[in-house]
């Protein structure tokens, strides 16, 4: 089965991980295809590796969503070394027992569906490391 990453700077594979755009002058990083540094508006960029382990530094426990999305579930912020990555904290409750500020997490990947060409969407998300 073929497999795509929902999002441009997760790469698949036997240890998948996310990438980001990282400025040459600032080191800034960002997910998304930037023109020029949001912090210092220079135009240069090289890809580098996160992390696939961080802490959970924000979250919430979401409880209203778009149809079709299942509630509740946990959106996190995650710090993978210095970078902050976005993303759901997944296979474990949703509730202040089971997740919480400085919790110890590590990327994940999961299925978002199969179209009808048979190829697979992957997202992540960070499940606990513990």
Do not use: W
């Not at 696939?52 to 979250?59: Q, V």
């Not at 296979?91 to 990947?109: A, F, I, S």
């Amino acid at each position: 089965m073929d497999r795509v990453p929902l999002v441009d700077y997760l790469v698949l594979g036997d240890e998948p991980h996310l990438v980001a755009q990282e400025c040459t002058t600032c080191g800034a990083r960002y997910f998304d295809r930037r023109s020029a540094c949001a912090s210092c508006g220079l135009q240069e960029f090289h890809a580098v590796d996160i992390p696939t382990t961080g802490t959970l530094r924000s979250f919430t426990i979401v409880h209203s969503a778009a149809a079709g999305v299942q509630v509740p579930f946990v959106a996190g912020i995650v710090d993978c070394d210095g970078t902050s990555v976005k993303g759901n904290v997944v296979n474990t409750p949703p509730d202040p027992e089971h997740v919480n500020l400085g919790m110890p997490v590590r990327l994940t990947t999961m299925s978002i569906g199969v179209d009808a060409a048979g190829v697979e969407a992957v997202g992540y998300g960070f499940e606990p490391a513990n």
